[in-house]
């Protein structure tokens, strides 16, 4: 009949003596025991034991971790039912056992979870650190073709793809010096034939106009050349660099005043943005009056505000101005000068360092224009 009294709650077994008796669980529990032995006029006994011990393979399930009570009841005979059943609350030695092996299992799981999703968004990372890399300099190296078959596929595809924009660049920068040198021929002819016109006016604007178009012709080739990414990157000190510039600007006559430390080292490349910032300064001094020049700094990047009382650009034409051989003051005459490359050719050499140029309404009328270079 045992067997058929067995359950995953209740274990009944049969004992021809009685075991040492076991620490009893409660005052309560013993007086309820006590009331039950009185009802069936046996002498039941009540016993607490832990699911670790001896009977704990009795009961299936989550019942194996909690406290194990046992009752005893003796027959006629002499020998003893022992009936095993789970107390309401896991045991502690269980909790923190089970606690233990659940935290282990977490961390693991965890720390399985980050290396995964690093694994599989690492592909991720390096494409994206190539496309900036790229997005500064056309000649950066290609990436390690590794991984899977896909990742393969892909990293090839990119460094295909970045090889063809090299080759264009080369291309299209060859073409220009090629252009470059058959019109500078011809210009140094038209110098020549210049100096047979016998009226001096004629001859003086014709020298002019040769130069304009001499100038205009090395802008052209300086932009599109983008020979900022060429130059390599060098530790400068920037406000050295802006100090510098203020004081060439003033010794011409220009009213140029700088604001900010007095050293800040920031690696660039020196000569393309010493043109660039050259060029906005110049900019300010001539056609904004005046120029109030900011350098400040924070832990990720380096910013140069040029800011002047002109009449600044319509918000219409701040992009604008940034397009190849746009002048918006098209009333200018030659002799000041300009062949609408300069906010192209500054921009161009801020972005090749990985920074941004913002053109900004100055409080109290002006423009500000915001350079910001990172650390």
Not at 8 to 29: G, I, K, M, N, Y
Not at 103 to 129: H, N
Not at 187 to 197: D, E, G, M, Q
Not at 309 to 322: C, L, Q, W, Y
């Amino acid at each position: 009949m045992l067997p058929a009294f067995d359950s995953p709650s209740l274990a009944v077994e049969l004992f021809f003596q009685l075991p040492p008796s076991a620490a009893l669980r409660s005052s309560e529990d013993l007086a309820r025991v006590e009331k039950l032995a009185a009802d069936l006029r046996r002498p039941l006994q009540l016993r607490q034991f832990d699911a670790a011990e001896e009977g704990a393979q009795l009961l299936s399930g989550l019942f194996a971790s909690r406290e194990l009570i046992a009752i005893w009841a003796p027959l006629d005979d002499g020998t003893w039912l022992r009936f095993v059943t789970a107390s309401a609350l896991p045991s502690l030695g269980w909790i923190m056992h089970m606690g233990a092996q659940v935290f282990l299992v977490s961390l693991a799981v965890i720390a399985f979870a980050v290396w995964s999703a690093r694994q599989i968004t690492r592909p991720v990372r390096t494409f994206s650190a190539a496309a900036d890399r790229l997005g500064k300099d056309v000649h950066a190296p290609p990436i390690t073709e590794s991984g899977s078959a896909e990742l393969i596929n892909a990293t090839r595809a990119f460094n295909t793809m970045q090889e063809r924009l090299q080759r264009y660049v080369e291309d299209r920068t060859h073409m220009l010096a090629a252009i470059s040198h058959d019109l500078r021929t011809s210009l140094t002819r038209l110098r020549l034939r210049t100096s047979f016109i016998s009226d001096k006016e004629q001859q003086q604007k014709a020298d002019r106009d040769i130069e304009e178009m001499d100038a205009m012709l090395s802008a052209t080739l300086t932009f599109a050349r983008d020979d900022a990414a060429d130059e390599p990157l060098v530790k400068v000190d920037i406000a050295e660099m802006l100090h510098s510039l203020c004081d060439d600007l003033n010794d011409i006559g220009k009213r140029v005043q700088y604001q900010g430390p007095d050293k800040l080292d920031c690696e660039c490349r020196s000569v393309s943005l010493q043109r660039a910032l050259a060029n906005l300064m110049t900019n300010a001094a001539s056609y904004g009056l005046a120029a109030q020049v900011v350098l400040l700094e924070t832990d990720e990047s380096v910013t140069v505000t040029i800011a002047d009382r002109g009449p600044g650009i319509p918000n219409t034409d701040k992009e604008r101005v940034f397009e190849p051989f746009v002048r918006l003051d098209s009333a200018r005459s030659r002799t000041t000068g300009g062949t609408g490359l300069g906010l192209p050719i500054a921009r161009s050499v801020v972005h090749a360092h990985g920074g941004t140029l913002q053109l900004k309404d100055r409080d109290g009328g002006g423009l500000e224009v915001i350079v910001e270079l990172p650390r």
